[in-house]
């Protein structure tokens, strides 16, 4: 029989540092050692961005002896948990289990050096990631330089990582603050200061709940949960697991974010931890998850799950305010309006729009059941969208009638009405790309019924009337001026007094002078007959004229209608993406 050894070839440390997916988990990591170590304080030290300074981590933990590097240092992927117990010296639970985090900083820069410091004497060694890939032979038939001194300095260790590695972003405080946070929260007795800035309790919530879960198995868990005010922001706002004090992986809601009862800016709200050291064996390598279709990860989240959703729905109801019944149910006389195969499924809708928009005001909210009680109300919209498809781009007045058409209509509901407007946004521009639209007859007739396209926030008053007709129409009053005869292509109201007059030029011309003068006249004119209005100008044509983007008019916007659509289109995107009721 023949006995062989395990050679472990230098890129193993490249590997192990792979484990990290960013600068500022990475240092997490070397923190994690200075808790060990029982420091009770950490100063980090990040350089300014476009420099070449150092990240340098120091703690006043115990230090190591030279004997004690090459025992513990170079000896990798020992759980020190095994070889010298759960608690440190001073009685906390031990983080490091896995032998490999003190790797972390050759993932961050090319050079990581170790000043270590036990009993007055300081040990010095630098580990250069080049050198070592480099390497013909094994770690262990590489040895390593330590410089020993006399320096008297108290005990402690110091860490500087030098040539910053370009793969990962720049270490940015604010992230490693969340990063620490969720590890460490403010543990007693351990401080953390991140450029001379201490973690504080203004980085976390305060007054946490105290919350205890009982498994099916009668075992119980114990956690915290913080609710902030809704002037707040909770900072890594969900629930962190943690195993021994270490939380493992980032927060999550433990599907709480797919719950139709709990609105989505309450969740926001939500910090929670729960000790779930049972779960130790589950912990993947790297700390960043549980190993999912374990049995006992799923009987522990999903009792966490209903014992936070229990109090989601309590905060709800402390809060006051218009419940969602009473939101409703003052939609009533429209829903009783639908067929009746569509009222129950607009009672739902709306209740999706009271639990995602918790936090908005009350005009926000009943702006967004405006729209989902529209769309119900309409389904002539699929013949129209099938016309538009039908409609050779060449014939310009039949897909602007069609345009103009839709604007009459709505969808069977506002994430499908988005994703049809995005359709009508091909059309149109269809439409302006062909020489021949005209103003009238093209881009006007199709942009007042879709003023969508332009700002949800305005109606049309007035459309290619008269400065006399809208000065007696609008404002009960009669014209004085010599440009009664005048017209605006658009004039749109807002809230509180709030105008917007629009002027459309043909896609083919370019937005000058002459066209700014006369926006300002008929603001000018129509500000006479309202003082107390505000008359916002917005002029739109294919191009702009250079001089004007150099040097802009302040009281005038001009745009193209490719902005129009752009801007439009992103809107709509943004909805898609963000907001489903």
Do not use: C
């Amino acid at each position: 029989m023949t006995a062989v050894r395990f050679h472990i070839h230098p890129h193993l440390l490249e590997t192990l540092g792979q484990q990290y997916p960013s600068t500022e988990k990475a240092l997490r990591e070397l923190v994690v050692n200075a808790w060990d170590a029982d420091a009770r304080l950490v100063r980090i030290s990040l350089p300014m961005p476009m420099t070449d300074d150092p990240i340098v981590v120091e703690d006043d933990g115990l230090g190591m002896a030279t004997g004690q590097i090459e025992e513990q240092f170079f000896t990798i992927g020992v759980d020190r948990r095994k070889t010298r117990g759960e608690l440190s010296l001073s009685g906390r639970l031990v983080r490091g289990s896995k032998g490999i985090g003190r790797f972390a900083g050759l993932e961050v820069a090319e050079r990581m050096t170790v000043e270590t410091t036990w009993s007055g004497r300081t040990s010095r060694f630098t580990l250069n990631r080049t050198a070592i890939e480099s390497m013909d032979d094994t770690l262990e038939s590489s040895p390593f330089d330590i410089e020993v001194e006399e320096s008297g300095r108290p005990n402690g260790t110091r860490i500087t990582l030098s040539g910053l590695r370009q793969r990962l972003s720049f270490p940015d405080p604010g992230r490693l603050t969340r990063v620490l946070l969720q590890e460490f929260g403010l543990a007693s007795g351990f401080d953390i200061e991140v450029n001379d800035r201490r973690l504080t309790s203004d980085d976390l919530p305060v007054a946490p709940e105290p919350m205890t879960v009982i498994l099916p198995t009668g075992n119980q868990i114990s956690g915290r949960i913080w609710m902030l005010d809704r002037s707040n922001a909770v900072r890594e706002p969900g629930i962190v697991l943690r195993v021994q004090g270490r939380a493992v992986g980032p927060p999550t809601y433990l599907g709480l974010d797919g719950d139709p009862d709990v609105p989505a800016s309450l969740r926001r709200r939500l910090y929670a931890e729960f000790d779930v050291d049972e779960l130790g064996p589950d912990v993947l390598s790297n700390w960043d998850g549980f190993v999912e279709n374990s049995t006992a990860y799923q009987e522990v989240t999903q009792a966490i799950r209903g014992t936070v959703k229990e109090v989601l729905v309590r905060q709800v109801a402390a809060e006051g305010g218009v419940d969602e019944t009473e939101f409703v149910e003052s939609y009533r006389e429209q829903i009783e309006k639908l067929p009746r195969p569509r009222r129950e499924l607009a009672r739902a809708a709306l209740l999706r729009v009271f639990k995602r928009f918790y936090d908005e005001v009350a005009e926000q909210k009943h702006a967004v059941a405006d729209l989902v009680l529209d769309a119900f109300e309409q389904d002539e919209y699929w013949v129209l969208v099938r016309r538009i498809q039908e409609t050779s781009g060449a014939d310009i007045e039949e897909l602007a009638g069609h345009l103009e058409s839709w604007g009459l209509y709505e969808v069977n509901g506002i994430i499908t009405r988005a994703r049809q407007r995005l359709e009508i946004l091909d059309g149109f521009e269809d439409l302006i790309r062909n020489d021949d639209t005209l103003e009238l007859s093209g881009v006007h007739q199709a942009l007042k019924d879709n003023l969508w396209l332009l700002d949800d926030r305005y109606e049309l008053l007035k459309s290619n009337t008269t400065l006399a007709n809208i000065v007696k129409d609008t404002f009960g009053k009669k014209y004085q001026g010599s440009r009664s005869r005048r017209r605006p292509d658009l004039l749109l109201a807002g809230l509180q007094d709030r105008y917007l007059i629009v002027e459309f030029k043909r896609p083919s011309e370019s937005i000058d002078r002459q066209n700014i003068a006369q926006g300002e006249t008929y603001r000018d004119e129509l500000g006479t007959h309202l003082p107390g209005g505000y008359f916002d100008v917005v002029i739109i044509g294919g191009r702009v004229d250079p001089p004007l983007l150099r040097d802009p008019t302040p009281t005038v916007t001009v745009t193209t209608y490719r902005q129009v659509l752009l801007e439009a289109r992103r809107r709509l995107e943004w909805l898609i993406q963000h907001i489903d009721v």
